[in-house]
């Protein structure tokens, strides 16, 4: 059974932008938490590592193995380690930071919480906010919070882990590929769906990697080449920013594999085999 761990292909809105397989591409094998949650409901880390539990307990009921696959970084390491109870954060502070510049947000952190500025890249404007509200709306820092994490699984399965590292130039040039293929294949339609349902801008699905660009496009506010500049450079950010999570976080000694223009042939599904073989 595959498990879906990326934080975009959980919303059924998202099939093109997210690049969510399609039922070719499954082959057959079942895969669970994919196009799960609808646009209109914010699928929290909590929300989908709760569901991954119930899952991985069916899946190991049934004697199958299931294998987690996905780009969240965060939804994995809610999974094995837990979450803390931060409790909900005030409307009102959560505005008030939302409503910030970047770089004021950062500056902020930095005078507040200067132990998560300085784990965080200045860029990353989505963790900064959550750092900021945290601690402005209860008082006590995110790393604080972290300490009295609970529900993780890492104590009670056996985990086979693998990170695939592509090399950076190989991997931008595909992140410029990926977004002219979607637009090709229908990424203008699926966000002209959604902004005929009339969502809350703030909700994830609508501030999924090009729905923002497209939206100006529809909105006639850019050109269609400037669109794609634009969610193509947005996706490059996020490969970045994903590069340095994924340097920093997961145990040392996870194995990593590196794909790039040097190693196209790399048969990956020999890798998860030894794997498993472990």
């Not at 299931?66 to 803390?84: D, H, Q, R, S, W």
């Not at 909700?203 to 269609?224: C, N, Q, S």
Request: aromatic share 8%; charged share 25%.
């Amino acid at each position: 059974m595959i498990i879906n761990a990326d934080s975009a292909q959980v919303y059924a809105d998202l099939q093109v932008l997210s690049a969510r397989p399609s039922d070719d591409e499954m082959e057959g094998i079942e895969h669970r938490l994919f196009g799960t949650w609808d646009g209109a409901q914010a699928c929290s880390v909590a929300a989908w590592a709760a569901a991954a539990k119930a899952e991985i307990a069916a899946c190991h009921e049934a004697g199958d193995v299931p294998i987690l696959v996905g780009g969240t970084g965060m939804y994995i390491k809610v999974l094995i380690e837990g979450i803390a109870p931060i409790p909900e954060i005030d409307p009102a502070v959560r505005a008030a930071v939302r409503a910030l510049p970047e770089d004021a947000a950062y500056k902020l952190l930095q005078l507040e919480d200067p132990l998560r500025a300085a784990q965080l890249d200045p860029g990353d404007s989505q963790r900064i906010a959550r750092a900021l509200e945290v601690k402005r709306s209860t008082g006590i820092t995110l790393a604080d919070w972290q300490m009295a994490k609970s529900g993780g699984i890492g104590d009670e399965v056996t985990l086979h882990p693998l990170v695939i590292e592509p090399d950076r130039p190989w991997l931008y040039e595909r992140c410029d590929l990926r977004f002219e293929a979607m637009v090709e294949t229908g990424a203008i339609a699926e966000v002209e769906a959604l902004l005929a349902r009339e969502l809350d801008p703030d909700l994830p699905v609508m501030r999924a990697i090009g729905v923002p660009e497209i939206a100006a496009f529809l909105y006639e506010e850019i050109d269609l080449e400037t669109m794609i500049a634009a969610a193509s450079q947005a996706t490059r950010n996020f490969a970045k920013r994903q590069f340095t999570w994924f340097r920093r976080q997961p145990p040392a000694e996870w194995p990593r594999l590196i794909v790039g223009y040097e190693s196209e042939n790399i048969d990956i599904a020999s890798y998860f085999v030894s794997l498993l073989r472990n």
